[in-house]
């Protein structure tokens, strides 16, 4: 990866994260605000973000939390008036929400089956519906999904996950073919073996010495999202060195 934006790399830009409370959206947050951006995270859990949200505008940045459900439509479309409103329309959309469970398949519950797929993939559908409109009026935009290396290949007991990840991937590609023509970029990152929260607590008996850090992700983020206008980044696969390779 070639040296990363400066700070002025995405001044007068506004961006929203989802699931920007903690992990890999916190430092994404945190990773364009300090490059220039204006800065809107949203999540369920209300403490999370106004503490990320807080932090951005110490840095001197503004920034905004608004509390998303991003499987609730009607929610979404408040995010998005929100966000407008009080920050602009955003030119930069990470989809970062996301959710874990480990169980073989047939002894997943249904409804936990429903909540992957819920927030993994419908919360991407709905807030790429939200804010793509905007983009195509403006002919720029930059959204970047947070899919997974489990969006690539299988992984035992993670029926759920991988299923929700690999539509992650899929409906990546088909609203980069849809928004080529607007001028706007679509990416899937897909990062494996991060130490986060969710990690933690879905698998506690992982030792994750060796696992990358959320910022590496982030940085990762801000490399796609400053790109020129000539290049784009479809999927981008990031694993820790000492996974197996392929």
Not at 10 to 36: D, H, S
Not at 144 to 159: E, H, R, T, V
Request: charged content about 20%; overall charge positive.
């Amino acid at each position: 990866m070639t040296a990363q934006p400066d700070e002025s790399a995405f001044a007068g830009k506004v961006a929203l994260v989802t699931g920007g409370g903690r992990g890999i959206g916190r430092a994404i947050a945190f990773a364009f605000a300090a490059r220039g951006a204006q800065v809107a995270v949203c999540a369920r859990t209300s403490a999370e973000i106004e503490a990320v949200a807080g932090e951005i505008r110490a840095r001197g940045r503004r920034a905004l939390a608004v509390t998303c459900d991003v499987t609730d439509e009607g929610q979404v479309r408040e995010l998005g008036r929100r966000v407008t409103a009080e920050l602009g329309a955003p030119h930069l959309l990470v989809n970062n929400a996301g959710v874990f469970t480990v169980a073989p398949l047939v002894e997943t519950a249904v409804e936990d089956w429903d909540r992957v797929l819920a927030v993994n993939l419908r919360g991407v559908f709905l807030c790429c519906k939200q804010f793509a409109p905007a983009m195509i009026a403006r002919r720029s935009g930059t959204i970047i999904n947070i899919a997974s290396a489990a969006g690539k290949k299988p992984y035992l007991n993670q029926g759920a996950y991988v299923a929700s990840k690999f539509a992650v991937v899929g409906l990546t590609k088909v609203l980069a073919l849809e928004l080529q023509e607007h001028n706007i970029r679509v990416t899937a990152l897909c990062p494996g073996g991060v130490n986060t929260r969710l990690v933690a607590d879905a698998r506690p008996e992982l030792d994750r010495v060796e696992y990358m850090a959320p910022e590496e992700v982030a940085r990762l983020a801000v490399f796609v999202a400053a790109l020129p206008p000539e290049v784009a980044m479809d999927e981008v696969v990031l694993r820790r060195f000492a996974a197996p390779v392929g």
